[in-house]
């Protein structure tokens, strides 16, 4: 007898030992993400109590706030179209998205532990939370969404020395507000075109001959007097038995010329000579391979090592096809950082958040996030990159009168039809205030279609006042 009792505590003991383990389990790993979710009552019961803050840009305009219906508050988004894939959507039905969720405890006042942050969490009394301050310029951003709205595809445009994205903009894009979207949810997640698809963030694309200024960088770093060597193009390269055409043969060219007349055969012989474990060295220091920081879920940029262990993967991805993958946010960072001494900024979209009083609350600070090359490297290849927009080059059409432009077309062949169009480019050259990428996707020739696209908006964000 006293030895059923026995075993019968025991496993009355390891029953709530095992519930006791479920109740941390729950609380402490699986709690916040629980406690976020869009099925869970408790954050919508608290929803209602508080008017969630606005989302605002830094010259001031709102772009998303709340208004009461009713008993209910309700989100309106005044410009739906060029901004959804920032402020993302927030709905009782399909969650939350963008900022919306990124930022969703400043925006309901639940970040802190002042007296508002506590009834605003406990829902005790009807409260406002915390507002957004971007680092969007809102006729830079708004042209942008003009400019692209024609295409598949992103542009980004950013401070090359802070790190501030001064436009983002992804196309097609979609209406937020709730009546819209939770009628024609169905049909966007169908949609081919993707529309609900962040591009300039998540979007990863071979980069074509953007990517020749990331190979004169490395190049550079591994022959210090690259630039006085020059390199008969002849139409073609045949590597392994392969050849690798040109759109013509380009003569005897140098590190500067090859880059204004984006010529294949140069860019594809350096990264042979280059070799493998300099080149995935070089790709490292840009950020292959690494996370990229960011407000938004940001695709990371791949690095496939094992690609670039021959050499007709090796060229190829010299040039810029082949397994190489970028996204058109990362590499506006890329073009910034080569105007920026070779110092690559955090990019960051949220500046501020401030009380409902109008107090701050918070505030950003440009951090530096790598080190891609060193200034005179960088100086090397602006001066390639200058090339490239002036008489000759392949980027004429991105030209601003007065101002140095330095920039580089690409044309990325997929398999899914036409060529990805390309632009990158940052101005002044000689200190650079605003860097852009601009990627359309089946667009052809990126001098051609991209590159006027990207004039437009180093032109508008060089005049911009803060």
Not at 219 to 248: A, M, S
Not at 373 to 398: H, L, N, Y
Not at 409 to 434: I, M, R
Request: net charge neutral; charged share 20%.
């Amino acid at each position: 007898m006293r030895n059923t009792v026995k075993k019968f505590f025991i496993f009355i003991t390891v029953c709530f030992l095992i519930y006791a383990g479920y109740l941390i389990y729950l609380v402490l790993l699986k709690g916040p993400a629980l406690s976020k979710h869009a099925a869970n009552p408790r954050q919508w019961i608290v929803e209602n109590r508080v008017m969630r803050g606005g989302i605002l840009t830094r010259d001031g305009e709102k772009i998303a706030g709340s208004i009461i219906e009713g008993d209910n508050n309700k989100r309106k988004y005044y410009y739906p179209q060029q901004y959804a894939h920032l402020t993302g959507y927030h709905s009782q039905i399909l969650g939350k998205s963008g900022l919306e969720k990124a930022y969703d405890e400043e925006l309901l006042g639940l970040k802190g532990y002042s007296l508002r942050n506590l009834e605003a969490r406990w829902g005790l009394v009807k409260t406002e939370g915390d507002s957004l301050y971007l680092t969007i310029d809102h006729q830079l951003q708004m042209k942008a969404y003009e400019l692209m709205s024609s295409y598949r595809g992103a542009a980004v445009v950013l401070n090359p020395r802070t790190g501030e994205i001064l436009a983002m903009v992804s196309t097609p894009s979609y209406d937020p507000n709730n009546d819209s979207l939770e009628k024609s949810w169905d049909k966007l997640r169908e949609n081919e075109s993707r529309p609900l698809w962040n591009r300039a963030i998540q979007g990863l694309y071979p980069p074509g001959s953007t990517m020749k200024i990331v190979t004169a960088a490395i190049g550079l770093k591994k022959y210090p007097q690259l630039q006085d060597v020059t390199f008969n193009c002849q139409g073609q390269l045949t590597i392994e038995g392969r050849v690798l055409r040109d759109l013509r043969a380009h003569g005897t060219v140098d590190l500067k010329r090859a880059l204004a007349v984006s010529c294949n055969s140069y860019f594809a012989d350096l990264g042979m000579r280059i070799g493998s474990e300099d080149f995935t060295r070089g790709l490292e220091a840009f950020g292959w391979g690494a996370e990229l920081p960011f407000d938004l879920p940001a695709a990371d940029i791949p690095l496939d090592r094992e690609s670039l262990q021959n050499a007709n993967g090796l060229a190829e991805s010299s040039m810029g096809q082949g397994k190489i993958q970028v996204s058109p946010l990362f590499m506006a960072m890329v073009a910034g950082s080569l105007g920026n001494g070779g110092l690559m900024m955090t990019p960051y979209l949220v500046q501020e958040i401030r009380s409902p009083e109008g107090d701050l609350v918070w505030k950003r600070e440009p951090q530096p996030l790598r080190t891609v090359a060193s200034s005179e490297i960088a100086w090397q290849v602006q001066e390639g990159m200058v090339q490239v927009i002036r008489p000759g080059g392949t980027g004429t059409a991105a030209s601003l009168p007065g101002i140095t432009v330095a920039g580089k077309t690409g044309s990325a062949e997929n398999p899914a039809g036409n060529p990805h169009a390309w632009f990158v480019a940052f101005a002044p050259a000689e200190q650079p205030e605003a860097a852009v990428c601009v990627v359309v996707e089946n667009g052809g020739q990126g001098g051609r279609i991209a590159a006027p696209i990207a004039k437009e908006l180093l032109r508008l964000a060089l005049t911009r006042e803060d």
